[in-house]
């Protein structure tokens, strides 16, 4: 069977404050806004690396009474790699992410760099740097 070319496009998370998630998601990971939806039910954005084609964030911010966000067990974490995790991390940090675990070589993966944090509305994000 071909299934010709797959791959995941994008990623869609619920956020509690669009403008919050926004700075997190642009500043803090260097992601770009490429889209926006807004309607009378929510407000979707779409992010994606610069340059890059596919594999895209979508934040989407319910305007419906009782919207919040209500995490479950399904979604365990973002992974992105970058050049430098100990800067992307502090700069993700000061838009609103909060370190969970600070980057470090984990001993059976070694040339690799990990560093994980939550975003704002308390997703985990892992940062991965090849050495």
């Not at 990971?29 to 954005?45: A, D, K, Q, Y």
Request: glycine share 10%.
């Amino acid at each position: 069977m071909n299934t010709g070319n797959l791959r995941i496009e994008t990623v869609a998370l619920r956020v509690a404050d669009l403008n919050q998630a926004l700075a997190f998601w642009i500043q803090g990971c260097g992601l770009e806004e490429t889209t926006r939806i807004p309607t009378e039910r929510f407000e979707s954005v779409i992010l994606k690396v610069p340059g890059l084609e596919g594999s895209a964030v979508q934040l989407i911010e319910d305007h419906q009474e009782n919207s919040a966000v209500v995490h479950g067990d399904g979604l365990r974490k973002l992974v992105m790699s970058c050049d430098n995790v100990d800067e992307r991390m502090a700069v993700a940090a000061a838009h609103g992410g909060t370190v969970v675990s600070p980057p470090s070589e984990l001993p059976h993966l070694k040339g690799l760099l990990i560093g994980s944090m939550t975003c704002p509305d308390g997703y985990l994000v892992e940062f991965l740097q090849y050495q």
